[in-house]
């Protein structure tokens, strides 16, 4: 009888702690902003030799690069103007440069504004996440550092940023786990 009692006992202490579990937990999480609305834009950029990469390398309390292995499956950002995307998987090699080791289909965006876009993008653990396309929005943030890559770099290429800053890029993606 004992045994019954600390095994409903166990089930519940499961089912509860099931119910606090996060979103990365769970099997999904954020990368990148979380500030998607073209009120909050304060600067654009744009490419000398389109299209460039934009890579988000620190943003302060945000996920950046891939916790865990999965499949991005939506993503959203903020059009300057009219210009088509992708979203690119990065990975940054021992050597400083970044590898284009993945990218979604193109998203075209017919003028300023919000937008998603569907994908089936797979990306590793520790890679990040960049977009591809003629310009990018931003917000001022000094606690942010971005990368860009002018002209983009290319599947399969690797390369270092061409520039880097401080700001945030208005991009993000929902990883899931596999």
């Not at 945000?62 to 300057?80: N, Y």
């Not at 520790?126 to 929005?137: C, R, S, T």
């Not at 943030?141 to 971005?146: I, L, Q």
Request: proline residues 6%.
């Amino acid at each position: 009888m004992r045994v019954v009692v600390r095994l409903s006992g166990c089930l519940c202490l499961l089912a509860a702690g099931a119910v606090g579990l996060s979103p990365a937990s769970a099997g999904a999480t954020l990368l990148g902003s979380a500030q998607i609305d073209q009120n909050l834009t304060d600067f654009g950029a744009a490419c000398s030799a389109p299209p460039c990469v934009y890579v988000q390398k620190r943003l302060p309390g945000t996920q950046v690069r891939a916790p865990f292995s999965g499949v991005i499956h939506k993503w959203r950002l903020v059009s300057t103007g009219v210009y088509t995307y992708q979203l690119v998987v990065m990975h940054k090699k021992s050597n400083g440069k970044y590898k284009n080791v993945g990218e979604s289909s193109l998203g075209p965006a017919p003028g300023a504004g919000e937008y998603v876009f569907s994908a089936n993008l797979a990306i590793n653990k520790g890679d990040y996440i960049g977009l591809k396309g003629g310009g990018a929005a931003g917000i001022d943030n000094p606690g942010a550092k971005t990368l860009w890559f002018d002209p983009g770099v290319e599947f399969p290429d690797a390369r270092k940023p061409t520039t880097t800053g401080a700001g945030e890029w208005q991009f993000n993606a929902t990883l899931r786990r596999h």
